[in-house]
T-cell receptor
Framework: DVKVTQSSRYLVKRTGEKVFLECVQDMDHENMFWYRQDPGLGLRLIYFSYDVKMKEKGDIPEGYSVSREKKERFSLILESASTNQTSMYLC???????????????FGEGSRLTVL | KQEVTQIPAALSVPEGENLVLNCSFTDSAIYNLQWFRQDPGKGLTSLLLIQSSQREQTSGRLNASLDKSSGRSTLYIAASQPGDSATYLCAASTDSWGKLQFGAGTQVVVTP
């Protein structure tokens, strides 16, 4: 059974704070993603990573950075949180198996961040 | 850039009726298309994935079709149940990396 775990379900931070959102997968999948979801705007890709220390910008990378020091862990960093970063953040990985490399994505439960 | 649209935005049906959810996309050169379910405040649950070479996929009461030439996918849910109430999202990928472009979703309510 595939599983991706997001460290915090709910966070409340203040403007200007540095925020870390962590995502851990339990298999050796290479591609991992961070999306944010907002009412009326849907899900938008922030960053993705295709291997350790490798990252690519998505559609809305401004104000965010990422870290991937180990294959199983992909972190989203808000260097200086702002109120417009209040959102639901969703991590995902692409399932990669020898006989099942279909590109299917699996998502975590999400982290709801409120920036005051 | 791939644009994905889902109409209607909301749908209410009585229990037992079949559900038909529509998804359209602008770039027919898709790699795959995936349907998800999302319950309020939760993450996304993968329902079905259709590869670009496939016309449909089935899982239990769910069947998804793909017509690349018309830029459409349809998710059918047979004999709907109140537990099917959720938001259904479709997402298209145009490359093998797995990057998805999402539709806004269709919110479904199945009334007992």
């Amino acid at each position: 059974d595939v599983k991706v775990t997001q460290s915090s379900r709910y966070l409340v931070k203040r403007t200007g704070e540095k925020v870390f959102l962590e995502c851990v997968q339990d298999m050796d999948h290479e591609n991992m993603f961070w999306y944010r979801q907002d009412p009326g705007l849907g899900l938008r890709l922030i960053y993705f990573s295709y291997d350790v220390k490798m990252k690519e910008k998505g559609d809305i990378p401004e104000g965010y950075s990422v870290s991937r020091e180990k294959k199983e862990r992909f972190s989203l960093i808000l260097e200086s949180a702002s109120t417009n970063q209040t959102s639901m953040y969703l991590c995902a990985f692409k399932l990669q198996r020898v006989l099942r490399n279909t590109g299917e994505l699996f998502f975590g439960e999400g982290s709801r961040l409120t920036v005051l | 850039k791939q644009e994905v649209t889902q109409i209607p935005a909301a749908l209410s049906v009585p229990e037992g009726e079949n559900l038909v959810l529509n998804c359209s996309f602008t770039d027919s050169a898709i790699y795959n298309l995936q349907w998800f379910r999302q319950d309020p405040g939760k993450g996304l649950t993968s329902l079905l994935l259709i590869q670009s070479s496939q016309r449909e996929q089935t899982s239990g009461r769910l069947n998804a079709s793909l017509d690349k030439s018309s830029g459409r996918s349809t998710l059918y849910i047979a004999a709907s149940q109140p537990g099917d109430s959720a938001t259904y999202l479709c997402a298209a990928s145009t490359d093998s990396w797995g990057k998805l472009q999402f539709g806004a979703g269709t919110q479904v309510v199945v009334t007992p």
